[in-house]
């Protein structure tokens, strides 16, 4: 069985080596992005909220996300800046359908599906493929009865924030090393079922809202018996636990007819050593921190609204390891029945 690293080597691997790190580049980033969880979200709907949390109060949701990514080099296992080499172009595209349902007071339910397009031109090597992403489920529970953003700070009651806690599950639906793919190439998904626990913490006093949350992920172990279409002796695989820290800071205008709400982010994804046979390995680990921006446009009501965020990971050494350095930009759409 052979196991090649995610890291940019001069080896007589390299070709092989550097289709894997394109593989960790596409996955690393959808970790990120394609399960929208309990990041950043308002409990009055509208401003920094998550397309997949419900506000306090509505029965449903629609959301619609369209996203572009470009790579702009990587960081290596010390977490060092390298740049793509020269005539490089590596982006992804995706679209991401998705909806929440509440079942209770206090329960609601969110299922999202991406398709993802990838187009690569590496090293002389040039491909283009899409299929469907990992589609995430994810069931959050209200630890709160009332709207929790106030416009005034009267007593202590008023500082109260909302609480949400959820579990979370990745479904492999995307095209994996382990399916029918024969090139990493094509890669859109992990392979992997996983289970998350999450917090989110959430803050709105107008015009403000603050929130952090952080999620706690276990992939499930699986036998492999094949890669990239070839047949190999079977193993048992797992990736390794995953942490996902976010913060965001938001500020929201009323203007005549819609409110705009500027919020600015920081993420941290870290994944830690997988196994094989039950031995330790590190070859699939990585860290991921970003910085973001989105603008979000509101009707009055806060049944529709409009978001644009710009992601970015810095080219600056430490922001990362084994993980590609990215700049992405997104649209989503979504309304909310009440």
């Known amino acids: ?22 593989q960790a580049a596409i996955l690393a980033f959808a970790a990120w992005v394609i399960p929208v969880d309990l990041h950043a979200a308002s409990c009055c709907g509208g401003g920094s909220s998550s397309s997949l949390i419900l506000p306090k109060f509505s029965s449903s949701m629609v959301s619609f996300a369209a996203s572009s990514e470009v790579y702009h080099g990587s960081f290596d296992a ?30 609601q339910l969110a299922l999202s599906i991406p398709y993802v397009w990838n187009s690569i031109q590496y090293s002389g090597v040039s491909s283009q493929s899409n299929a469907l992403g990992d589609s995430s489920l994810n069931l959050t529970y209200e630890t709160f009865d009332n709207v929790r953003c106030v416009w005034k700070v ?8 909302a609480i949400y806690i959820g579990v979370g599950f990745l479904i492999p639906t995307g095209d994996s090393p382990y ?17 998350d626990l999450k917090l989110l913490i959430d803050k709105s006093i107008y015009a403000f809202n ?17 890669e990239y279409g ?45 196994k094989i046979g039950g031995k330790s390995d590190p070859f699939t680990a990585f860290t991921k921190n970003t910085l973001s921006f989105t603008a979000s446009f509101a009707s009055l009501d806060k049944n529709r609204v409009f978001k644009f965020t710009v992601a970015h990971n810095p080219e600056t050494d430490f922001w990362g390891s084994n ?16």
Do not use: C
């Open 154 to 161: 009267r007593d202590f009651r008023d500082l109260m924030p």
């Open 210 to 226: 603050i929130s952090f949350g952080v999620t706690y992920g276990k992939h499930v172990a699986r036998p492999v018996n094949r």
């Open 179 to 195: 399916s029918d793919t024969t090139s990493n190439f094509h890669i859109t998904g992990r392979g992997f079922y996983r289970g």
């Open 78 to 107: 010390n977490g060092l800046h390298v740049p793509d080499p020269a005539n490089s172009d590596l982006k992804q595209y995706k679209t991401t359908i998705g909806g929440a349902i509440r079942l209770s007071d206090r329960f």
């Open 230 to 274: 070839v047949y190999v002796t079977p193993y048992t695989k797992q990736l390794g636990d995953r942490l996902v820290l976010n913060t965001a800071m938001g500020y929201s205008f009323n203007l005549d007819f819609m409110s705009l709400t500027l919020t600015g982010a920081y993420s941290r994804v870290e994944e830690f050593d997988g």
């Open 1 to 22: 069985m052979k196991r090649t690293n995610f890291i940019f080597q001069k080896t007589k691997y390299q070709k092989r080596k550097s289709e894997k790190f394109i």
């Open 323 to 338: 993980t590609p350095a990215t700049n992405t930009f997104s649209i989503e759409v979504w309304n909310v029945f009440r």
